[in-house]
């Protein structure tokens, strides 16, 4: 049995108490209050990521992250450098690039790619993970009939850069080409840097259609055996596939659609950067019914991919067609741009949207990318207030590595949101990552508090966030063993 001291947080709303947090084994036996105690430090519950993508977050860790990059060149020598630095990898990839923050403001085109390597398939994602830039030996992989989705020059030849299906179709195919040890060593990665940031358990979108019941193992075993609790979301249309596994949930980011940032996401009026064109519904009704109706049957859990309104009025729609299991907690991920009716109706199938606050940061307000696609309508994205306002339970997530796996810092941007509308307090900013992330995994009778037969999952803070968004971790425990110790603590 040990006993830990501090100012202790038990959930969302609750104030700071000092007191002793008695674990013994895997589970909280008691919370004892104290009159006084001599450490500074806060006791939380451990950080809740609902939405990461843990593979994509560790490859981002091992190949090269382009975020810092302010012209082609640049791109280029980070690539060239990691394609020195990894040379035994069958496929080469880098993270996190941003068109519009180059100062020739476009992707790198193949042919430049090409000069770098013409053996190695290259792919080079943008920062938003729905659209990338590819090498020639990377576009063989579409295969000769080009799907939709690929960009061509006055000359006919495809520039490199893929968008939609040929993006999804590349991205896929070529992380096929990763070795398990690679897959285990990434995901590792990512339980490092969520425990890093006290994050204890995520939501792990894994996989693709294409994938074999052994590759399906492979992701499987390594989600199971890694340091944290990752919850897994089989990314399948064959719910077959999640049974075998006997998981209760399947989807993940099954997309709807794309993003602003790369012009797919479906929304209901053109892009304000691009008249005449709405984004991409990337499937038709009947395939998303028949799939609602087998999740359901089975007692599956769903979640989706949409981030336009005209995305995510298809889901509600056939939600609504197919009368869905409403205590399944089905989800719809990211869930940006909403109407009044449609937060109505999220309200009314009980679905809960899966956030990610950061976004807005770096892409919200009047002068930002949101307002550059989508013009006055910025003022409608991520509309936490409201949706808080109508009964909706948000859960919140990272989307890494699109953004990093940092819950202090999503709730920040919850309690900062740039339309000062939507801003939601300190005490709601903090269920997002706990309270109501466990739920969204069902996961509420073992964590996202802290109490009596609880998992002892708990986080120490120089601060408390809801207050003071600048405190720090300083150690991770998960399962009462401790798992992050920082080297303040030392």
């Not at 040890?181 to 940031?197: G, H, K, M, P, S």
Request: net charge negative; hydrophobic share 40%; proline share 6%.
């Amino acid at each position: 049995m040990e006993t830990f001291s501090g100012l202790i947080v038990t959930e969302p709303n609750s104030n700071p108490i000092p007191g002793k947090l008695v674990v013994e084994g895997e589970k909280i036996v008691a919370l004892l209050p104290l009159n006084s105690v001599k450490e500074r430090h806060y006791i939380f519950p451990g950080f809740i990521d609902s939405h990461t993508h843990p593979l994509e977050n560790g490859l981002h860790l091992l190949y090269p992250d382009l975020s810092h990059a302010n012209s082609i060149a640049q791109v280029l020598e980070l690539v060239a450098t990691g394609l020195t630095q990894i040379p035994d990898t069958p496929v080469f990839f880098s993270f996190n690039l941003e068109p519009e923050r180059l100062k020739e403001h476009r992707y790198p085109y193949r042919r430049e790619l090409d000069r770098l390597t013409k053996e190695k398939p290259v792919f080079i994602y943008r920062v938003d993970g729905h659209s990338g830039v590819a090498n020639s030996k990377a576009i063989e992989y579409l295969g000769e009939n080009l799907p939709p989705g690929v960009e061509f020059d006055g000359a006919g030849n495809p520039t490199g850069v893929l968008r939609a299906e040929a993006y999804e179709t590349v991205s896929t195919r070529l992380k096929r080409l990763i070795s398990p040890d690679v897959i285990q060593e990434a995901i590792r990665l990512t339980a490092q840097e969520a425990l890093r940031n006290g994050i204890t358990t995520i939501g792990a979108m894994v996989g693709s259609d294409e994938l074999s019941e052994k590759e399906w193992a492979v992701l499987f075993d390594a989600l199971a055996t890694a340091p944290i609790r990752m919850v897994a979301y089989f990314q399948t249309w064959n719910v077959e596939t999640a049974r075998k596994f006997q998981l209760p949930r399947i989807g993940g980011c099954l997309l709807l659609d794309g993003s602003f940032g790369s012009h797919t996401a479906a929304i209901s009026k053109d892009y304000f950067d691009a008249p005449d064109y709405n984004g991409i519904l990337y499937h038709q009704d009947g395939k998303l019914v028949e799939f609602l109706k087998q999740a359901n049957e089975f007692g599956l859990q769903t979640a989706f991919h949409a981030i336009g309104d005209r995305a995510i009025e298809q889901l509600l729609r056939c939600h609504q067609q197919v009368k869905s299991d409403k205590n399944l907690r089905h989800r719809v991920e990211h869930a940006e741009l909403l109407s009044a009716e449609l937060i109505k109706k999220i309200a009314e199938l009980k679905l809960i949207p899966v956030v990610q606050p950061v976004f807005e940061q770096i892409w919200g307000g009047p002068e930002k990318m949101y307002a550059q696609r989508l013009g006055k309508r910025w003022m409608n994205t991520n509309p936490y207030r409201w949706l808080l306002d109508n009964g909706i339970i948000l859960a919140g997530g990272s989307d890494a590595p699109v953004t990093p796996l940092d819950t202090i810092s999503g709730i920040k941007a919850a309690m900062n949101h740039p339309n000062s509308q939507q801003r939601i307090s300190g005490p709601e900013a903090l269920a997002l990552f706990t309270v109501h992330a466990a739920y969204s995994l069902k996961l509420e009778d073992i964590a996202g508090t802290l109490a009596p037969k609880m998992q002892a999952d708990f986080v120490f803070l120089d601060a408390d966030p809801r207050e003071n968004c600048n405190c720090q971790v300083l150690a991770t425990y998960v399962k009462g063993k401790l798992m992050f110790k920082s080297q303040r603590l030392l």
